[in-house]
Antibody, heavy 122, light 107 residues
Protein backbone atom coordinates (compact mmCIF):
# COMPACT_ATOMS: atom_id res chain seq x y z
CA UNK A 1 0.00 0.00 0.00
CA UNK A 2 1.51 3.28 -1.13
CA UNK A 3 1.71 5.90 1.61
CA UNK A 4 2.97 9.46 1.30
CA UNK A 5 3.30 11.53 4.46
CA UNK A 6 4.13 15.24 4.31
CA UNK A 7 5.64 17.23 7.16
CA UNK A 8 7.25 20.56 7.86
CA UNK A 9 4.31 22.90 7.46
CA UNK A 10 4.29 25.91 9.78
CA UNK A 11 3.21 29.50 10.31
CA UNK A 12 6.00 31.79 9.11
CA UNK A 13 6.55 35.44 8.27
CA UNK A 14 7.00 36.75 4.74
CA UNK A 15 10.54 36.51 3.43
CA UNK A 16 11.64 33.52 5.45
CA UNK A 17 12.50 29.99 4.30
CA UNK A 18 10.89 26.66 5.04
CA UNK A 19 11.56 23.07 3.99
CA UNK A 20 8.83 20.51 3.50
CA UNK A 21 9.38 16.76 3.49
CA UNK A 22 7.40 13.85 2.09
CA UNK A 23 8.26 10.34 3.24
CA UNK A 24 7.15 7.46 1.03
CA UNK A 25 6.49 3.81 1.79
CA UNK A 26 4.95 0.86 -0.02
CA UNK A 27 6.72 1.56 -3.31
CA UNK A 28 10.17 1.53 -4.90
CA UNK A 29 10.56 5.27 -4.40
CA UNK A 30 13.62 5.59 -6.61
CA UNK A 31 11.63 4.45 -9.68
CA UNK A 32 9.05 7.24 -9.74
CA UNK A 33 8.79 10.90 -10.59
CA UNK A 34 7.46 12.89 -7.63
CA UNK A 35 5.47 16.11 -7.51
CA UNK A 36 4.44 18.90 -5.18
CA UNK A 37 0.96 20.37 -5.67
CA UNK A 38 -0.57 23.11 -3.52
CA UNK A 39 -4.02 24.39 -2.71
CA UNK A 40 -4.64 27.84 -1.26
CA UNK A 41 -7.54 28.09 1.21
CA UNK A 42 -10.83 27.73 -0.68
CA UNK A 43 -9.07 27.60 -4.05
CA UNK A 44 -8.21 25.01 -6.67
CA UNK A 45 -5.16 22.83 -7.20
CA UNK A 46 -1.90 24.33 -8.46
CA UNK A 47 1.01 22.19 -9.63
CA UNK A 48 4.25 23.43 -8.01
CA UNK A 49 7.18 21.23 -9.03
CA UNK A 50 8.29 17.80 -10.21
CA UNK A 51 11.51 15.81 -10.00
CA UNK A 52 12.52 12.79 -12.05
CA UNK A 53 13.03 9.40 -10.44
CA UNK A 54 16.82 9.91 -10.26
CA UNK A 55 16.74 13.61 -9.45
CA UNK A 56 18.42 14.63 -12.69
CA UNK A 57 15.44 16.59 -14.04
CA UNK A 58 13.49 19.25 -12.17
CA UNK A 59 10.50 21.27 -13.32
CA UNK A 60 8.76 24.23 -11.70
CA UNK A 61 5.58 26.22 -12.03
CA UNK A 62 6.01 29.86 -13.01
CA UNK A 63 4.81 31.20 -9.63
CA UNK A 64 7.61 29.46 -7.68
CA UNK A 65 10.48 29.34 -10.20
CA UNK A 66 13.65 30.79 -8.71
CA UNK A 67 12.31 30.67 -5.12
CA UNK A 68 11.49 26.98 -4.55
CA UNK A 69 13.78 23.96 -5.03
CA UNK A 70 12.61 20.38 -5.28
CA UNK A 71 14.97 17.56 -4.33
CA UNK A 72 14.94 13.95 -3.21
CA UNK A 73 16.98 11.46 -1.22
CA UNK A 74 16.25 8.03 -2.62
CA UNK A 75 18.23 6.36 0.17
CA UNK A 76 15.73 7.82 2.64
CA UNK A 77 12.60 7.49 0.45
CA UNK A 78 12.06 11.20 0.99
CA UNK A 79 11.06 14.12 -1.22
CA UNK A 80 11.77 17.73 -0.24
CA UNK A 81 10.60 21.21 -1.14
CA UNK A 82 12.87 24.06 -0.10
CA UNK A 83 10.83 27.26 -0.11
CA UNK A 84 12.71 30.57 0.05
CA UNK A 85 11.50 34.17 0.06
CA UNK A 86 8.03 33.08 1.09
CA UNK A 87 5.12 35.36 0.22
CA UNK A 88 1.62 35.60 1.64
CA UNK A 89 0.33 34.12 -1.63
CA UNK A 90 2.30 30.92 -0.90
CA UNK A 91 -0.15 30.14 1.91
CA UNK A 92 -1.61 26.75 1.04
CA UNK A 93 -1.83 23.08 1.82
CA UNK A 94 1.09 21.40 0.09
CA UNK A 95 0.57 17.86 -1.20
CA UNK A 96 3.18 15.48 -2.48
CA UNK A 97 2.09 13.09 -5.22
CA UNK A 98 3.58 10.16 -7.08
CA UNK A 99 3.86 9.79 -10.81
CA UNK A 100 2.08 6.81 -12.32
CA UNK A 101 4.77 5.20 -14.47
CA UNK A 102 8.11 3.79 -13.49
CA UNK A 103 11.13 5.71 -14.82
CA UNK A 104 8.97 8.12 -16.83
CA UNK A 105 8.60 11.82 -16.12
CA UNK A 106 5.55 12.46 -18.26
CA UNK A 107 2.46 10.91 -16.75
CA UNK A 108 -0.46 11.40 -14.42
CA UNK A 109 -0.35 11.53 -10.62
CA UNK A 110 -1.84 8.44 -9.02
CA UNK A 111 -1.21 8.62 -5.26
CA UNK A 112 -1.30 11.69 -3.01
CA UNK A 113 -0.37 12.44 0.57
CA UNK A 114 -2.73 14.18 2.97
CA UNK A 115 -0.92 17.49 2.80
CA UNK A 116 0.83 19.90 5.16
CA UNK A 117 -0.31 23.47 5.78
CA UNK A 118 2.00 26.43 5.21
CA UNK A 119 0.76 29.80 6.41
CA UNK A 120 2.73 32.91 5.48
CA UNK A 121 1.59 35.87 7.52
CA UNK A 122 3.04 38.88 9.27
CA UNK B 1 1.50 27.42 -21.08
CA UNK B 2 -1.52 25.19 -21.63
CA UNK B 3 -4.69 26.47 -19.97
CA UNK B 4 -7.43 24.10 -18.81
CA UNK B 5 -11.00 25.37 -18.55
CA UNK B 6 -13.74 23.37 -16.87
CA UNK B 7 -17.47 23.91 -17.16
CA UNK B 8 -19.60 24.37 -15.30
CA UNK B 9 -17.83 25.75 -12.21
CA UNK B 10 -20.56 24.22 -10.09
CA UNK B 11 -23.72 22.23 -10.53
CA UNK B 12 -26.59 20.97 -8.43
CA UNK B 13 -27.82 17.46 -8.99
CA UNK B 14 -29.92 14.79 -7.30
CA UNK B 15 -29.03 11.26 -6.30
CA UNK B 16 -29.53 9.06 -9.34
CA UNK B 17 -28.83 11.80 -11.88
CA UNK B 18 -26.36 11.48 -14.74
CA UNK B 19 -23.75 14.23 -14.52
CA UNK B 20 -21.33 15.44 -17.19
CA UNK B 21 -18.40 17.81 -16.64
CA UNK B 22 -16.46 19.34 -19.50
CA UNK B 23 -12.76 20.24 -19.68
CA UNK B 24 -11.22 22.17 -22.56
CA UNK B 25 -7.49 22.58 -23.24
CA UNK B 26 -6.06 25.70 -24.87
CA UNK B 27 -4.11 23.50 -27.29
CA UNK B 28 -4.01 19.89 -28.45
CA UNK B 29 -3.03 17.56 -25.60
CA UNK B 30 -3.90 14.29 -27.35
CA UNK B 31 -5.20 12.07 -24.52
CA UNK B 32 -2.82 13.30 -21.80
CA UNK B 33 -5.70 14.14 -19.49
CA UNK B 34 -6.51 13.01 -15.95
CA UNK B 35 -9.52 13.52 -13.67
CA UNK B 36 -9.47 13.81 -9.89
CA UNK B 37 -12.12 13.87 -7.16
CA UNK B 38 -11.59 15.89 -3.99
CA UNK B 39 -13.74 15.99 -0.89
CA UNK B 40 -13.44 18.78 1.71
CA UNK B 41 -10.32 18.49 3.85
CA UNK B 42 -9.04 15.49 1.89
CA UNK B 43 -6.37 14.84 -0.68
CA UNK B 44 -7.41 14.54 -4.31
CA UNK B 45 -8.13 11.03 -5.53
CA UNK B 46 -7.19 9.94 -9.03
CA UNK B 47 -10.15 8.68 -11.05
CA UNK B 48 -9.09 8.54 -14.69
CA UNK B 49 -5.90 8.85 -16.71
CA UNK B 50 -5.22 8.89 -20.45
CA UNK B 51 -8.61 10.59 -20.83
CA UNK B 52 -10.65 7.40 -20.49
CA UNK B 53 -8.79 4.76 -18.44
CA UNK B 54 -10.11 4.16 -14.93
CA UNK B 55 -7.58 3.98 -12.14
CA UNK B 56 -7.54 0.67 -10.29
CA UNK B 57 -10.43 0.41 -7.85
CA UNK B 58 -12.49 3.27 -9.31
CA UNK B 59 -16.12 2.24 -9.90
CA UNK B 60 -17.39 1.96 -13.44
CA UNK B 61 -20.03 4.65 -12.88
CA UNK B 62 -17.20 7.05 -13.72
CA UNK B 63 -16.21 7.38 -17.35
CA UNK B 64 -14.07 9.75 -19.36
CA UNK B 65 -13.91 10.59 -23.02
CA UNK B 66 -12.32 12.99 -25.46
CA UNK B 67 -9.10 13.71 -27.26
CA UNK B 68 -7.30 16.77 -28.54
CA UNK B 69 -8.82 19.75 -26.76
CA UNK B 70 -12.25 18.64 -25.53
CA UNK B 71 -12.88 16.14 -22.75
CA UNK B 72 -15.74 14.99 -20.53
CA UNK B 73 -16.14 13.22 -17.21
CA UNK B 74 -19.46 11.46 -16.73
CA UNK B 75 -20.93 10.02 -13.56
CA UNK B 76 -23.65 7.67 -14.72
CA UNK B 77 -25.75 7.47 -11.56
CA UNK B 78 -24.89 10.01 -8.90
CA UNK B 79 -24.58 8.62 -5.37
CA UNK B 80 -24.27 10.52 -2.08
CA UNK B 81 -20.53 9.79 -1.90
CA UNK B 82 -20.00 11.46 -5.29
CA UNK B 83 -20.76 14.96 -4.09
CA UNK B 84 -17.31 16.55 -4.31
CA UNK B 85 -15.15 18.82 -6.45
CA UNK B 86 -13.72 17.40 -9.66
CA UNK B 87 -10.56 18.58 -11.42
CA UNK B 88 -9.07 17.82 -14.80
CA UNK B 89 -5.31 17.99 -15.37
CA UNK B 90 -3.16 17.90 -18.49
CA UNK B 91 0.26 16.26 -18.48
CA UNK B 92 1.51 16.38 -22.05
CA UNK B 93 4.44 18.65 -21.33
CA UNK B 94 6.60 19.44 -18.35
CA UNK B 95 4.07 21.87 -16.87
CA UNK B 96 1.21 19.91 -15.35
CA UNK B 97 -1.88 22.16 -15.35
CA UNK B 98 -5.20 21.77 -13.54
CA UNK B 99 -8.63 23.06 -14.45
CA UNK B 100 -10.27 25.37 -11.93
CA UNK B 101 -12.58 22.63 -10.61
CA UNK B 102 -16.27 21.74 -10.77
CA UNK B 103 -18.18 21.48 -7.52
CA UNK B 104 -21.00 18.93 -7.59
CA UNK B 105 -23.58 19.80 -4.95
CA UNK B 106 -26.78 18.19 -3.74
CA UNK B 107 -29.96 19.65 -5.18
Amino acid sequence: QVQLVESGGAVVQPGVSLRLSCTASGLTFSNYVMHWVRQAPGKGLEWVAAISYDGSEKYYGDSVKGRFTISRDNSKNTLYLQMNSLRTEDTAVYFCAKGHWERQVIGDLDYWGQGTLVTVSS
Amino acid sequence: DIQMTQSPSSLSASVGDRVTITCRASQDISNYLAWFQQKPGKAPKSLIYAASTLQSGVPSKFSGSGSGTDFTLTISTLQPEDFATYYCQQYINYQWTFGQGTKVEIK
